[in-house]
């Protein structure tokens, strides 16, 4: 399975998308400043993610969001999805 995740920075509301194999260990990467592109913008909270079958669709969704859609309506797409869904695959 592979990931496609839009984060929200608690400290400044900005999003940054993504892909991976394990969403629980990338998130805590970027929540512990290893990642590069989001160290000055932590902390984050997963606001939605997709599962794919292969890496090869979820790169090809990861540069739709990062190419064809706007903030905007990546945050109407946080604001509509169902939370109890980041609960469950968050372990929580």
Do not use: C
Request: glycine residues 6%; without cysteine.
């Amino acid at each position: 399975m592979y990931f496609v995740y839009i984060l929200q920075s608690e400290k400044d509301g900005s999003l940054y998308t993504g892909q991976t194999i394990n969403l629980i260990d990338r998130i805590k990467r970027h929540n512990q400043g290893l990642i590069k592109t989001t160290k000055t913008k932590r902390p984050f909270r997963l606001g939605y993610y997709e599962i794919y079958g292969s890496r090869s669709e979820a790169m090809y969704r990861e540069w739709q969001f990062k190419k064809q859609w706007n903030t905007e309506r990546k945050k109407r797409l946080i604001a509509d999805f169902d939370q109890a869904k980041i609960k469950e695959v968050l372990g929580l």
